[in-house]
């Protein structure tokens, strides 16, 4: 043992009583600057993808059609009669789409967890709703009322100037 550093003897240690320098501890670093902006640490609502969400409208629509087809082959209609109802039936379906009488109702609760940009988009209109309902404008920043308390404190006091002054040294004047 050499400067009262590690066990005053190594009897019943298990261990030779040979002391190493720990190179796996680190020390803290000054926390004072952050290489990431202070906007980058604000929430944001995540934008939904809409080529994706117009895939996905367009993928449902043709279960729908697939599904009517495979009906019809089992009644053993007539290849011609099935292409005129299916074709009938997604005409329609686009028509109702492309008017807003899509998915819009359907809600965060008809999703499941794998649609996110679902998610994403029933998310902001819910926000929308609220944010309207509770008369909240469109502009309004996070945290605004705390910003322009301190510049109204700011600018309630008076501001100190130093000058040099020959031969008198520096003096303080309010403004």
């Not at 998610?119 to 009322?145: C, F, P, T």
């Not at 008076?158 to 000058?163: G, L, R, S």
């Amino acid at each position: 043992m050499t400067a009262n550093v590690g066990l005053t003897t190594p009897r019943g240690s298990g261990t030779s009583g040979y002391v190493q320098r720990n190179l796996s501890n680190l020390r803290p670093r000054d926390n004072s600057f952050s290489p990431y902006p202070t906007d980058s640490l604000k929430h944001r609502q995540r934008q939904p993808n809409a080529e994706i969400l117009e895939h996905d409208r367009l993928r449902q629509i043709e279960v729908q059609v697939f599904e009517l087809r495979d009906k019809l082959e089992d009644e053993e209609v007539d290849e011609e009669e099935i292409e005129a109802q299916t074709e009938a039936l997604r005409r329609k379906l686009l028509e109702n789409g492309e008017n807003g009488g899509g998915e819009g109702g359907k809600g965060k609760k008809g999703l499941k967890v794998h649609q996110v940009h679902e998610l994403a988009k029933a998310k902001i209109e819910e926000s929308e709703r609220l944010r309207r309902a509770l008369g909240i404008r469109e502009d309004y920043e996070e945290g605004g009322h705390w910003k322009r308390g301190e510049e109204r404190m700011r600018d309630a006091v008076p501001e100190v100037k130093y000058e040099d002054e020959v031969g008198a040294g520096l003096k303080k004047e309010r403004w």
